[in-house]
């Protein structure tokens, strides 16, 4: 073989194995790209007027889906430390080394921080927010911090965002929306309402966004009530009602301040709507009145309430409604209204709602002390300092729903739900993926505003 047809075979076997090689790899590359997903880790704190909750999210860009790695809460909430704000320093600090325990060593520190401060924050004066938000500089200049300093928000925030953030949870969790608030077109949007101890929110999503690709943060219709959470409107009841005529709001033997409950689900209902209409027109008269007024929804709000959009009540409402469930279930199982409740939960009409409240509350509360002393036998969401609220809660529950928001007596427009594809039905995934979408440059935060606690 001469010269040249050696080199000629030669070229022509390299060739061979180059394309071997080639083919081979363009074979293996989508098994790569399959295999290794884009996963963000995201940790946000929902500091709620009774405790401050830490979540670590795990957000698959790939599968367009978002899981709780942890989920803690620490008491007491951030607006308890009024007096003494760096003493929130040290649990908070502790909260999140605990957390970050859930990422990969090697992302630890890429993981941007969002602390959002809730209605306990809001009732403060400003000046009260903006040192205890100062004082929690100290928890990023600690050397144990653990996530990424550059990329830390704290800051009190908004009604309406909260509303707005539970919405977008609410529709990505049932499939509705993506990661890019952009919706898939699949189903109607959810509306969202939600009951806390300081605040109620209603959050109502635009008609459009039923089309595919429409972006689902545009258009929804945000109501958020402050100083009208259940704690905070039952204190509200119990001054006015010197004569102790509120005793009807607590379930039968319930001691409360001296006098002994009654548990008249009917007559505590009259009270808390007498009590909820005066405000209402009270805020209304005062015509400078920046805050929104109790029950001041537009009409297209009440045609949605009434007909055209379907809600997720999370939260207080579940809790108070599930203790209702659960009081009918071991103490009035054959009763007929019973049936009728448990058949139908977790979405029952307004009116089988209320049959089995009444029965609740005309019931001994002994049994529910009993059972509230053990962990095996309490109601899940109950601990012993709300057991004697829930009949009250509960009568609130159903006012401000039927009589303030509108929801018809006989229709099926609120499934009671704390969870939905494994995820809590919060805001915090909604706060994530809203800013995620909002500011591509994601986690980078805006330039700092100290009128906001902006860190």
Not at 17 to 22: D, G, L, N
Not at 303 to 321: I, N
């Amino acid at each position: 073989m001469s010269s040249a047809q050696r080199n000629a075979a030669s070229c022509a076997l390299q060739m061979d194995s180059c394309q071997k090689v080639m083919l081979l790899w363009l074979a293996l590359v989508p098994l790569l790209v399959a295999g290794d997903p884009v996963v963000e880790y995201h940790a946000i704190c929902d500091a709620g007027s009774t405790g401050t909750r830490l979540y670590v999210f795990a957000l698959d860009l790939a599968a367009g889906k978002a899981e709780s790695v942890f989920v803690k809460k620490t008491k007491p909430g951030l607006s308890s430390y009024v007096d003494d704000p760096k003493k929130a320093v040290a649990p908070l600090l502790q909260l999140l080394i605990e957390g970050s325990e859930k990422v990969p060593l090697d992302q630890r520190s890429k993981v941007p921080l969002l602390i959002f401060g809730t209605a306990g924050m809001r009732m403060l004066p400003k000046k009260k927010q903006d040192s205890i938000w100062a004082s929690l500089i100290h928890v990023y200049e600690d050397k144990s911090y653990p996530f990424d300093r550059a990329h830390v928000i704290a800051r009190t925030v908004s009604g309406d965002e909260e509303g707005l953030w539970a919405v977008l949870t609410t529709n990505f969790l049932t499939g509705r929306m993506g990661h890019d608030l952009l919706s898939h077109g699949s189903s109607a949007p959810l509306g969202l309402l939600d009951l806390g101890g300081s605040s109620t929110q209603i959050g109502i999503p635009s008609a459009a966004a039923a089309a595919k690709g429409i972006n689902f943060s545009d258009g929804v219709m945000v109501k958020s009530y402050l100083g009208f959470g259940m704690t905070h409107i039952r204190e509200e009841v119990r001054k006015e009602s010197s004569d102790g005529t509120d005793s009807s709001c607590y379930m039968k033997g319930t001691p409360v301040d001296g006098r002994s409950g009654t548990g008249d689900g009917s007559l505590c209902r009259r009270l808390i709507n007498r009590l909820l209409q005066q405000k209402s027109q009270t805020c209304r008269l005062e015509s400078a009145h920046s805050e929104p007024c109790l029950g001041d929804l537009s009409s297209s709000a009440l045609e949605a309430v009434q007909g055209s959009v379907d809600f997720f009540g999370v939260s207080g409402l579940t809790y108070v409604a599930d203790f209702a469930r659960w009081w009918a279930s071991q103490q009035a199982p054959n009763h007929p209204a019973t049936k009728a409740f448990l058949e139908a939960y977790p979405r029952p009409t307004l009116a089988e709602l209320e049959a089995v409240i009444d029965l609740m509350c005309a019931g001994d509360y002994s049994w529910v002390d009993k059972q509230t002393q053990q962990k095996s036998t309490a109601h899940q969401f109950t601990a012993e300092d709300n057991a004697p609220y829930r009949c009250f809660q509960a009568n609130y529950m159903l006012i401000l729903l039927r009589e303030i928001y509108g929801f018809p007596k006989d229709a099926r427009k609120v499934t009671f739900a704390l969870e939905a594809s494994g995820e809590d039905l919060e805001w915090p995934l909604g706060a994530l993926l809203h800013r995620r979408a909002t500011f591509p440059a994601f986690p980078a935060p805006p330039p700092m505003n100290p009128a906001y606690g902006e860190l």
